[in-house]
């Protein structure tokens, strides 16, 4: 079986000369097929963490996507606080104008509380976030299908009478990857909005989301086979090591790998990864 990989860039400690070197690579000389940063404002985790540059990862797709001609590119995924809804919708689809219709739109709930509260950001609690999520799906959809002006009347969220010109290129609009594996909520709202979804974990794990996924698109009367899923892979130890943990996701079904590494990215280890690994699963 024929694998696909993208991959994550994060840009943490790392400027914007590197990122770039290693962007180009990825779109002139990679067998990626597409290409991610990551949607956070510190590095790390918690205050010791932070310490260290990030660059935005929305505004680097728009700088990026000019640059680029192949790869589908995207933010894995975008935090539903950071940003109005229709704003990011704006955003989106800027970035898919821009790159000729090659944008992956990837959303999330959010989870990184140091950051919110660095930032000033609201956080709300889980529960918050997650309705946010799928009021925010419902908006950017309204938005992105043509028929505005466009009012939205949510609990979070709110349109009136509001014109969205110029729509995205893709029709009927960017495909929409939801992030996280949360069984009662976004696995639920992925199987209501999503185009794909990008699940993380030990195979085990992401068997036992999959199968999530699939009750919950017969509950809304959704064919699961009409969402993607892609695996978020974490590369670490030896090329052995990771030929051995996708040839284990490969016999269990799954074909389609987000690699990220697991600090900053580096030009010669991403190489390796792209030279050494991904060539055994095509």
């Not at 990626?32 to 990030?54: I, K, Y």
């Not at 709930?109 to 925010?136: K, N």
């Not at 600090?263 to 991403?270: E, I, R, S, V």
Request: charge should be neutral.
């Amino acid at each position: 079986m024929a694998a696909k990989f993208g991959v994550q860039t994060p840009q943490i400690l790392i400027d914007w000369p590197e990122l770039l070197r290693i962007w180009q690579y990825l779109e002139e000389d990679s067998p990626f097929e597409s290409a991610w940063t990551m949607d956070h404002l510190v590095p790390g985790r918690t205050q010791g963490e932070a310490n260290g540059p990030c660059l935005e990862g929305w505004t680097l797709l728009a700088a990026l996507a000019p640059l680029t001609r192949r790869l589908r590119l995207g933010c894995l995924v975008t935090g539903v606080t950071y940003r109005h809804p229709a704003v990011l919708a704006k955003i989106a689809t800027t970035v898919d104008i821009i790159s000729n219709g090659r944008l992956e739109f990837g959303i999330g709930a959010a989870w990184h509380d140091f950051e919110h509260r660095a930032y000033g950001i609201p956080f709300y609690t889980m529960r918050e976030r997650q309705d946010r999520l799928e009021e925010a799906l419902q908006m950017i959809k309204l938005l992105w299908s043509g028929n505005a002006p466009a009012t939205f009347g949510g609990k979070y969220y709110q349109l009136e009478d509001a014109p969205f010109l110029p729509l995205p290129v893709q029709k009927p609009h960017p495909p929409i990857t939801v992030g996280g594996s949360g069984p009662k909520r976004t696995l639920r709202t992925a199987a209501r909005y999503a185009d794909a979804v990008n699940l993380w974990g030990p195979l085990e794990m992401v068997q036992a989301s999959l199968k999530t996924l699939h009750a919950h698109c017969a509950d809304v009367g959704r064919n699961p086979a009409e969402i993607r899923v892609t695996v978020f892979l974490p590369w670490a130890g030896t090329t052995a090591d990771n030929k051995a943990i996708i040839r284990r996701f490969l016999d269990a079904g799954f074909d389609d790998f987000i690699a990220t590494p697991l600090a900053k990215p580096d030009f010669d280890t991403l190489r390796r990864f792209a030279e050494d690994v991904v060539p055994a699963f095509q």
